[in-house]
């Protein structure tokens, strides 16, 4: 009976009971601070995730708009369909980083498509990436060249009497060797086209084929400078390079930075004597608001635009398309060789300067000039990879 009572007694007692409630409480607390801890720390995870990823992006996409605006025109128009060119791995300021492959899909003889695909990555080591594409499209226009020269109004030849316009093909000498010029077609055009309301007063000294002058009715000041999509107006608002009027240059200046062609530079006018040069494929837009006068035994390339007087004193060689609203002077022994497109007239004179038709200079200060910069598709150019 006593047993039974004291047994009783144990079950009835509760002492310690707190002691085991509390215990318990840590632990559910410490379950749920455990619980809250992990929740965190997944967001956190989820969080620094999504920012990698979403930096990885848009140093993708930053990498691929870099590759067009640093887009090597001389290097990528020599790929071959299905060629690859490599791009970095290249750092931004912030931290992150791409690396690029260019690959030339498909060609013909106006347009160019590229597909461009960059792999994003953001600061520090293993902290992701993405990867995505875009297709680009080069589009070379068409400003030329039907003649040697295409003129509005008269030419003046002063003495002597060599032929000293020619529409027929000529290679630039020297320097252009025949691997430069090799992927231009041989062609000759005539010396000259010009509106009935100019006058030559020498017309043996122009040449070219299959005649050597045409006489176009149809050819007026509204349309001497239309190239189609593009206005005279339009490549001068594009000019790599912008100089006032009055500008004297005696001949180009190519720099290099870095073993890179500096193209901020203005008295860099590409190196056209020079193959070595990274200079040597610089074709600058120059528009000169007002008039120029080129001299001494210099020399320079590109896409030449004056709004007013363009005059040449030699010796100065110049390679490219020159685009004049008002008159040409040339005298001295001056080598020009590309094409010209004249608003007025056109004056010859002193030792005999000669105008070269060529080609390979014209379609080569086009093609390696930013006209040939490539553009996004319109529409669905941007595709994500993972």
Not at 40 to 53: P, T
Not at 168 to 192: F, I, R, T, Y
């Amino acid at each position: 009976m006593a047993a039974m009572t004291r047994g009783k007694r144990r079950l009835q007692d509760e002492a310690g009971f707190a002691l085991a409630m509390a215990v318990f409480a840590l632990v559910l607390l410490a379950a749920v601070v455990a619980g809250g801890y992990f929740s965190a720390s997944q967001e956190f995870q989820i969080g620094r995730g999504m920012r990698n990823v979403t930096k990885s992006f848009y140093a993708g996409e930053a990498g691929i708009l870099q590759v067009l605006d640093q887009w090597d025109a001389d290097t990528y128009a020599a790929l071959q369909p299905g060629d690859t060119n490599m791009v970095g791995p290249i750092t931004f300021e912030g931290g992150g980083s791409y690396t690029a492959s260019v690959v030339r899909v498909g060609s013909d003889s106006i347009k160019s498509y590229y597909y461009i695909e960059a792999v994003g990555r953001p600061p520090g080591l293993n902290q992701g990436q993405r990867r995505q594409a875009a297709i680009a499209r080069t589009y070379v226009p068409d400003i030329c060249c039907d003649a040697a020269i295409k003129i509005l109004e008269n030419v003046d030849f002063g003495g002597g009497g060599q032929p000293i316009i020619t529409g027929l093909n000529h290679d630039p000498p020297g320097s252009w060797s025949a691997s430069v010029c090799s992927n231009v077609p041989d062609d000759s055009v005539p010396g000259m086209i010009r509106s009935p309301d100019g006058n030559v007063n020498d017309e043996s000294r122009i040449t070219g084929y299959p005649v050597n002058i045409i006489v176009d009715p149809a050819l007026n000041p509204s349309n001497i400078f239309d190239f189609g999509e593009l206005t005279y107006d339009d490549l001068a608002a594009i000019a790599d390079i912008q100089l006032p009027d009055s500008f004297s240059f005696g001949g180009s200046q190519p720099t290099v930075v870095n073993g890179a062609c500096d193209k901020t530079n203005p008295l860099n006018w590409g190196a056209p004597n020079d193959p070595s040069s990274p200079c040597f494929n610089y074709f600058p837009i120059i528009h000169v608001d007002g008039s120029i006068d080129l001299t001494g035994s210099g020399g320079g390339q590109g896409i030449l635009l004056v709004d007013d007087d363009l005059r040449i004193n030699g010796p100065f060689e110049f390679y490219g398309i020159v685009m004049v609203v008002d008159d040409f002077h040339i005298g001295g022994p001056v080598d020009t060789y590309g094409a010209a497109v004249l608003g007025d007239d056109m004056y010859i004179s002193g030792a005999t300067p000669r105008f070269w038709y060529s080609p390979c200079a014209a379609e080569r200060a086009v093609r390696l000039s930013k006209l040939a910069r490539p553009r996004l598709l319109s529409q669905r150019a941007w595709v994500e990879l993972f």
